[in-house]
């Protein structure tokens, strides 16, 4: 084939773009799983999502602003196909920014099978989030619970003092989900893709 | 489209002959023929999913599919019209008029090629082959709307969810070897003195478009591969339960979803340029900002995704944020939409078959462009979001937009690749009776949104009746409309058209391809032309 020598069609210019475009394809690739530690650091710097941090400490020393009062309600949800009960002991308390208080959520497993379940917590309004810590929480590990068995897990929260002043009010849910994988988790969603077909 | 007729002029322009000169192909012309006949087929396919769906919708009420049924024709739809037609079509354009726009004799990596080809059958007949099961009752083909969002993808997907997470991981490596190819062929084969500010502005959108899909095809496979091992391997990226968000899929999606939007439009505004210049016989007004224009919506794709997540519960400066840079995109838009009126102002115009689709496009683009503005304000998307609103934008964007720009470009560039003229009588009936249609079809369906009514629904109240009666009767007027253009295809490239075509086919026309005999020879510059 005759070729203009301006022309470039030879292998070696092709190699280098080639080796040069695949480069950016992985990175791309290893971009898009980048984007999920990225988005956690985001919202949790952020608190949006209502995602709350993790366990803290309690703090040596307490600022507690007895000026204001916030309302904290409780919000307990199953997930799908959680054979559980699950409550909050009590519907809302009022507390002081600063000042560290005690609940607790009941829960009872209603099958005849242990189950580990897993709860994750929520906070509302999102842009607060940030500024409701838990010192103890039955969310910070899993939960088992044997056949028929009940407990009462309690929670342990402080409101930051810094909390800005139009919160007034925060809602605190919890979704108890099965543990993923778990041999009860495999069972029951086996029954209910049964049901669907 | 096959018939390419030999022209003796070079000792080794000879061609493989049966069926193994399809199989094993490295011709960039018989590959571009495969990928637009690929494309067309899935078109009818598609279309006759749409069809369902519009029977259905007819009148209120559930007539023919059941709810479970009609999810899944929506998401094959959906599916197989955006990475089944528009893009194989695009890809198969490329094929076909790259090299001979830049004085090359073949595509830069032609092995590479019949293979990125060769995936694309094996990704749809896998994806086709659910839903075929599905109705033979053997399970449910993917119903998650093409969108795939989790959980309805991870947790509640149906077993043929892997089917559809293998297909996508094949259309994703045919786009990306696809596109490494163009970017190949533009940089390395361009004809001495064809310098990349005197490339066709065709060659510079694909190119960009091909960078474009480079950066977010793997980002495609990505969360593809996240859904696959959160089904599978115990992970948990957009499962809550273990600490994943599925508010992060839609993060992770839309980042490449929205760059691939105009992925989906970016080659059609190149196609648009070629064909006004030529119609209006002037030179394209505005050639190096046409060139910015495109790169910069190419760059401004990539900070706006968040507009499909207006509903999400993100900060105000978030919303913000997309908002203000979802309007900006508008801007480099209109510097295109204005470039091609004023390539037409006081040009002595004709209106074949090619500028009338080319006119429509940029007249019903243009409605999407400004709904698409209406949409990226945030406080009225809360009204829209998920209603008809929003399938009345990206329809005309989509069908007007791409859709028209691609049949566009098969009638200005068939005689080339046939050596005939096709049926220009023929042509016009297709043109009128698709433009109309396809108004009444998707026009009705802004006031649908805007009154309310869901989008994905199989039944809906009463007071929707009317328009959609109205849609119905246009999506069968334009769904059997394309049958002209099928019919009008085979004629021509069978011969059977009164007209050879010449190789400068149109009399304003500029630009290596016409230099070439009509039908393109099999190999095209094989020595190549000196650029002035
Ligand atoms: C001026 C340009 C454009 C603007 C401002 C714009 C804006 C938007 C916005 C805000 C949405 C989200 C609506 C919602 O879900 O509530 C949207 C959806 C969409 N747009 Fe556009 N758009 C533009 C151009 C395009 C183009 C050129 C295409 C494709 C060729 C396109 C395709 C789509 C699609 C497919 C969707 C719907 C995705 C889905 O939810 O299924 N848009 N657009
Ligand atoms: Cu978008």
């Known amino acids: 084939m005759s070729v203009h ?43 949006l999502n209502g995602k709350t941090g993790g366990q803290i400490a309690l703090p040596a020393v307490l600022n507690v602003d007895t000026s204001r009062e916030i309302t904290v ?56 989030a940030t500024y409701f810590h838990k010192t103890e929480c039955f969310c910070f590990t899993e939960q088992t619970l044997q056949a028929g068995e009940e407990k009462h897990m309690p929670v342990v929260f402080i409101i930051d003092s810094d909390i800005p002043k139009d919160v007034n009010v925060l809602t605190l849910s919890y979704t108890f989900f099965i543990k993923p994988g778990s041999e009860a988790a495999v069972s029951l969603a086996h029954n209910s893709k049964h049901q669907e077909l | 489209m096959s018939a390419v007729i030999e022209e003796h002029h070079d000792h080794h322009d000879h061609k493989p002959t049966g069926i193994g000169r399809w199989l094993f192909s490295t011709n960039h012309k018989d590959i571009g023929t495969m990928y637009l006949w690929f494309s067309f087929i899935m078109f009818f396919i598609g279309g006759a999913l749409a069809l369902v769906i519009r029977a259905e919708l007819f009148e209120p009420g559930l007539q023919f599919v059941e709810p479970e049924l009609f999810n899944q024709l ?69 119903n998650f709307g093409w969108t795939f969002y989790a959980p309805l993808s991870t947790t509640y997907g149906p077993a043929s969810t892997d089917y559809f997470i293998f297909s996508v991981h094949m259309m994703g490596i045919s786009s990306i070897m696809g596109a490494i190819n163009i970017i190949a062929t533009i940089m390395n084969m361009r004809a001495p ?30 969360v593809v591969t996240m859904m696959l091992t959160d089904r599978h391997f115990g992970t948990s990226f957009f499962n809550a339960a273990g600490g994943g968000d599925p508010v992060l899929f839609q993060h992770v999606f839309w980042f490449f979803g929205h760059p691939e939007v105009y992925i989906m439009i970016l080659p059609s505004f190149g196609i648009i340029s070629q064909i006004v210049p030529t119609f209006a016989r002037k030179k394209i007004f505005g050639y190096s900002s ?82 698409g503005l209406m949409l990226c304000i945030v406080p009225a998307d809360f009204q829209y979001h998920d209603t008809y609103f929003v399938v009345a934008h990206f329809h005309y964007v989509l069908v007007t937009g791409a859709a028209f720009g691609i049949m566009a470009g098969v009638y200005y560039w068939i005689p080339k690749w046939t050596g005939n003229m096709y049926d220009e009588t023929l042509g016009k009936w297709h043109f009128w009776l698709s433009v109309i249609s396809v108004n009444v079809l998707f026009f009705p369906m802004h006031f649908l949104g805007l009154a309310g009514m869901p989008r994905r629904i199989p039944d809906y109240s009463l007071q929707f009746a009317e328009f959609n009666a109205v849609a119905s009767i246009g999506a069968f007027v334009f769904g059997f409309t394309q049958l002209i253009f099928l019919y009008n295809v085979i004629k021509t490239a069978r011969g059977k058209t009164s007209v050879k075509a010449t190789s400068q086919v149109w009399e304003g026309a500029e630009g290596l391809e016409w230099t070439l005999p009509s039908p393109a020879p099999f190999h095209s510059f094989t020595t190549p032309p000196q650029v002035k």
């Open chain 2, 193 to 222: 003195g064809m310098t990349y500010m005197k490339m066709p502005i065709f060659v510079w959108t694909w190119f960009i478009t091909a960078y474009l899909l480079i950066a977010v095809m793997p980002v495609l496979a990505g």
């Open chain 1, 73 to 128: 309600e409780f919000v307990a949800t199953l997930n799908e196909n959680m054979p559980w009960s699950f409550y909050p002991d009590v519907r809302s308390v009022k507390v002081h920014p600063g000042e560290p208080t005690r609940i607790s959520f009941y829960a009872k497993n209603n099958t005849n099978e242990k189950i580990i379940g897993q709860a994750i917590p929520s906070v509302a309004p999102g842009l607060a």
């Open chain 2, 290 to 371: 046409m060139v910015y224009a495109t790169a910069s919506i190419a760059f401004l794709s990539f900070i706006v995704w968040a507009h499909h997540m207006f509903t999400t519960g993100m900060p105000v400066a978030g919303e913000l944020f997309f908002m203000y840079a979802t309007m900006l995109i508008a801007v480099p838009t209109g510097v295109k939409v204005f470039n091609w009126v004023s390539t037409m102002w006081r040009g002595s115009l004709s209106f074949e078959t090619p500028m009338l689709f080319a006119i429509a496009f940029i007249f019903l683009f243009t409605i999407g462009g400004f709904t």
């Open chain 1, 5 to 47: 020598p301006k022309q470039n069609t030879g292998g070696d210019a092709n190699k280098k773009i080639i080796v040069w475009l695949m480069a950016i394809v992985i990175g791309m690739f290893g971009f898009g799983f980048a984007l999920v530690p990225l988005y956690n650091v985001f919202c949790s710097v952020t608190g």
């Open chain 2, 74 to 142: 929506t998401t094959l739809h959906g599916l197989i019209m955006v990475f089944g037609v528009i893009m194989p079509a695009f890809v198969g354009l490329a094929n076909w008029m790259i090299p001979m726009m830049i004085g090359a004799p073949d595509m830069a990596l032609p092995r590479m090629n019949n293979w990125s080809f060769w995936l694309l059958p094996g990704a749809f007949g896998l994806l086709i082959a659910s839903l075929v099961m599905s109705l033979m009752g053997m399970g449910s083909a993917p």
